[in-house]
């Protein structure tokens, strides 16, 4: 796990990790928005950067199917293994986030 970690580097970490915290803390379906305190967190600030999140991985996906393409080797493999990390976050960030803006537009 921890050469895996060192592979993708510290910055994809870190939105991998924004990513399943924004799955963590998802507010339910259908709860009362709050403009105050910290259950403001889970239904104002959360949704709003969940689909800023997907966005991020889908433009780091890009730029590394983009590197993938010019490097040989060691890097390939490790390029690879970037683009399954992201690709994985981002189908489970839709399998979740759609159901939920779903219900808002209806």
């Known amino acids: 796990m921890i050469s895996i970690l060192k592979k993708i ?14 799955l963590i803390f998802k507010a339910k379906t259908g709860a009362e928005v709050s403009y105050d305190g910290w259950p ?5 600030f959360i949704p709003v950067m969940a689909p800023l999140i997907t966005m991020v991985l889908l433009l780091d996906s890009l730029i590394a199917t983009i590197w993938l393409s010019q490097t040989t080797g060691e890097e390939k493999s490790r390029y690879k293994l970037i683009l399954l990390c992201n690709l994985s976050t981002i189908i489970i960030m839709l399998a979740v986030w759609i159901p939920f803006f779903m219900a808002i537009l209806t």
């Open 9 to 22: 580097r510290p910055m994809r970490v870190v939105l991998i990790s924004l990513a399943i915290l924004s």
């Open 40 to 44: 403001m967190i889970e239904t104002v």
